[in-house]
């Protein structure tokens, strides 16, 4: 009984072929930076360290403009409509301030609210 192995050994050369397509390969090691100022400035471009310090210095000064927004436009409007209100700092429970608390819950909701609001129009006008 004769077998026909040229039909297998093709399936295999077949299959090794694809093997070796799949199989990834590897990267090439970057190029070290010769020496300290060139790997600093690598540094810099590789995670554009520049674009997240001024995202960060706009979010500094963002959060100034909100916060100011909520403290000294917002704040004093509803004092307007409920009384005492702008005494909300001087609120204690025993040794408890608990006013000043208070006053930055209800800030930070103010601010929640203004940042959601800028965030769903940047949306709407395609900014995000």
């Known amino acids: 009984m004769k077998i026909d192995l040229s039909k297998e050994n093709e399936m295999l050369e077949e299959l090794r072929k694809i093997r070796e397509i799949l199989t990834p390969k590897p990267e090439p090691a970057p190029k070290k930076p010769k020496n300290l100022a060139a790997e600093f400035l690598d540094f810099i471009k590789k995670y554009k360290i520049l674009g997240l310090a001024s995202a960060f210095i706009l979010g500094l000064a963002v959060n100034a403009l909100i916060l100011s927004l909520a403290q000294d436009i917002i704040t004093p409007i509803i004092g307007i409509f409920i009384p005492g209100f702008e005494d909300i700092k001087d609120i204690k429970l025993g040794v408890f301030g608990t006013g000043n608390f208070i006053a930055a819950v209800i800030n930070f909701i103010i601010i ?12 709407k006008i395609g900014l995000d």
Not at 114 to 123: Q, S, T
């Open 112 to 123: 929640a609210i203004i940042i959601f609001l800028i965030v769903k129009y940047a949306a």
